[in-house]
T-cell receptor, first 115, second 112 residues
């Protein structure tokens, strides 16, 4: 069965520091992977996605993620965070087009930014 | 502009009453989803539909019902059987195949 694990519930970094949010997945075939961001009381916004091809994908707001098949990981990175990046981040996998397939989300990582 | 509209943004109901949350999309997406979000629990799937007139239970379907009579609409009814209905509800849609989901802005339901 598909699953997504985000090991860190909370992450705190200083403004201007680099960021890496971890995501591990379990899937029987080549996965389709996503990172979303959610501000308080809002819906989720897609940051980036990986379907195939180049394993380093660029997204919006200066974020990037790297797909590593050998480690079953899809970690999100940003070289220098801004106070406006404080939010909750969700990693997701799927669907693959079968009738019963659905998008599976991790439990999220809340990012706190220190001034 | 294309997108997903959830209404209302805030909803209050008395315990024991059924309530229906609206979700409309004009993206021409075949698949639609309902998620429940509680603090610290991420997104939990309630129901999803890959095509009109068909839907499947998600992980926490008990106490909820849905219909998919039109491609653009996927309303969620929270019934009196749902033991703890106060939560933030998110609707999403996606095209068929391997594509991302687009989310509405959510409805915060408070049952008193």
């Amino acid at each position: 069965a598909q699953s997504v694990t985000q090991p860190d519930i909370h992450i705190t970094v200083s403004e201007g520091a680099s960021l890496e949010l971890r995501c591990n997945y379990s899937y029987g075939a080549t996965p389709y992977l996503f990172w979303y961001v959610q501000s308080p009381g809002q819906g989720l916004q897609l940051l980036l996605k990986y379907f195939s091809g180049d394993t380093l994908v660029q997204g919006i707001k200066g974020f990037e993620a790297e797909f590593k098949r050998s480690q079953s990981s899809f970690n999100l990175r940003k070289p220098s965070v801004h106070w406006s990046d404080a939010a909750e981040y969700f990693c997701a996998v799927g669907p693959v087009g079968n009738r019963d397939d659905k998008i599976i989300f991790g439990k999220g990582t809340r990012l706190h930014i220190l001034p | 502009d294309g997108g997903i509209t959830q209404s209302p943004k805030y909803l209050f109901r008395k315990e024991g009453q059924n309530v229906t949350l609206s979700c409309e999309q004009n993206l021409n997406h075949d698949a639609m989803y309902w998620y429940r979000q509680d603090p610290g629990q991420g997104l939990r799937l309630i129901y999803y539909s890959q095509i009109v007139n068909d839907f499947q239970k998600g992980d926490i379907a008990e106490g909820y019902s849905v219909s998919r009579e039109k491609k653009e609409s996927f309303p969620l009814t929270v019934t009196s059987a749902q033991k703890n209905p106060t939560a933030f509800y998110l609707c999403a849609s996606s095209a068929t195949g391997n594509t991302e989901a687009f989310f509405g802005q959510g409805t915060r339901l408070t049952v008193v």
